[in-house]
């Protein structure tokens, strides 16, 4: 009697919650139908796509062990840090009016006096194909740098980019960039950015970027794809500017933030320049990519001229590239989007994808630092191997093996190389 009771009691409660939720509102709009989206993050937008906005980010986060070079005293050192950790909002507003905020919570992009913002931008789309865009980002220059760090296939972008870290990266500064598209093959970009670098009267240097593609075969797994870049600016009236260039060489974690690097004892090659007088800063470079299936190569020929503006100090040139080789195991092709290569998905959701590489570096500067007195070039090769796991559309787990070879310089232990291992487990939403 008491089970017949109890029974009848929970049936009644049943019916009455879900009377309550079925009447609980109805959700209502000025205007077009909303659209709720959950993969991939919470995208809500308007049916007519006048509106939307998207709430995602990405996770990534990183051990590594190292010793050799990578170290001042060549014993092994270790680090486990975030490498990113971005929320991202992004949308559409009144149709033509796209923007973009990422704020990075491991600091390793922006700064604490001007915000860890990764990007923070509004672009203008109403003149389609041509998009104009306006505020903080990362100015265009090299294949690699395109791709989202989601979706490079390396832990690290090639050791070439660091010869010209104000090419790509956009320190703290605001910019204005136009783009655009001309049929299906061509894509291309200029820029102008005002950094966080200043003349002695207050005015910021101003830096022009270029940057043009042509892929004649711009499909996942069937890629032919060539460009060139060019950037530049003058640092004719910037007083004692420390034009001092660094690799880590691939291996993050000797000096980072996000949580625990090396500390003291992190080592990275010294390639060139010094705090002094300096004129003209270029950078040119060439980039090549091809994707046959599940196989995909892609390189980047970089060159720096950096002018002196002192009779002590002479001009500095570096040059550097990458050859990197990849290739899907379970027979996923990469996607692409013209101008850059985009993610991979997989097949077999109880499977993933599976994808092994291999890339080489090559990096040196020519830096005769005083008068007549010549210096020898400064030369690093890096070899870069591993293996990732696309456990499906948001988690990415990789390893990674890297080697370092140094020419003309050593760290405290005159060690001239090093070795190192990271595992990476990444989650985009």
């Known amino acids: 009697m008491i089970r017949k009771h109890f029974a009848g009691f929970a049936a009644s409660a049943m019916a009455l919650a879900i009377s309550a939720q079925a009447f609980a509102g109805t959700v209502t709009t000025d205007g077009a139908d909303i659209v709720v989206k959950t993969k991939g993050g919470l995208e809500v937008g308007t049916t007519d796509k006048a509106f939307s906005f998207k709430l995602g980010g990405r996770l990534q986060a990183d051990y590594s062990s190292f010793d050799g070079f990578y170290t001042k005293d060549g014993d092994a050192a270790d680090a486990a840090y975030f490498r990113r950790a971005f929320l991202e909002l992004s949308g559409v507003a009144y149709t033509d009016w796209a923007y973009q905020i990422s704020y990075d919570f491991s600091h390793n992009a922006g700064s604490s006096d001007d915000g860890y913002f990764d ?34 296939t390396a832990q690290e972008r090639n050791a070439a980019y660091d010869l010209v870290p104000f090419a790509n990266a956009h320190e703290n500064g605001m910019g204005i960039q136009v783009s655009g598209v001309a049929g299906d093959s061509l894509y291309g970009s200029a820029g102008v950015f005002a950094k966080d670098v200043n003349d002695e009267d207050g005015e910021s240097v101003k830096q022009f970027n270029l940057r043009g593609v042509f892929a004649p075969m711009h499909e996942a797994g069937n890629v032919l794809h060539v460009g060139v870049n060019y950037a530049q600016r003058d640092l004719t009236d910037v007083t004692n500017f420390d034009a001092s260039t660094k690799s880590r060489l691939g291996m ?18 010294t390639l060139g320049g010094t705090k002094g007088a300096w004129a003209d800063d270029a950078a040119l470079g060439l980039e090549a990519a091809a994707a046959f299936g599940a196989f995909s190569a892609q390189a980047e020929y970089i060159k720096r001229e950096l002018d002196s503006d002192s009779d002590t100090v002479d001009d500095v040139e570096g040059d550097g590239f990458y050859v990197q080789l990849a290739y899907t195991l379970t027979g996923e ?41 010549a210096t020898d070039e400064v030369e690093a090769k890096v070899h870069n191997m591993g293996v990732n796991w696309y456990a499906n559309e948001a988690v990415k787990i990789g390893a990674y093996y890297v080697k370092a070879k140094v020419d003309n310089a050593t760290n405290a232990n005159d060690d001239d190389d090093g070795d190192g291992f990271v595992v990476r487990a990444q989650y985009v939403f």
């Open 119 to 152: 990007e923070a931008s509004i672009a203008y789309t109403g003149f389609n194909p041509v998009v104009i865009k306006v505020g903080r980002f990362d100015p265009d220059f090299g294949l690699e740098k395109a791709t989202s760090s989601k979706w490079v």
């Open 252 to 269: 993050r974690g000797v000096s980072t933030l996000g949580g625990n690097d090396a500390g003291a004892n992190g080592n990275r090659l």
């Open 333 to 373: 092709a990469r996607d692409y989007k013209l101008g850059k290569f985009d993610k991979i998905k997989p097949s077999n959701k109880q499977l993933g994808a599976w994808e092994v590489f291999y890339r080489y570096d090559d990096v040196s500067m020519d830096d005769d630092l005083v008068g007549d007195v």
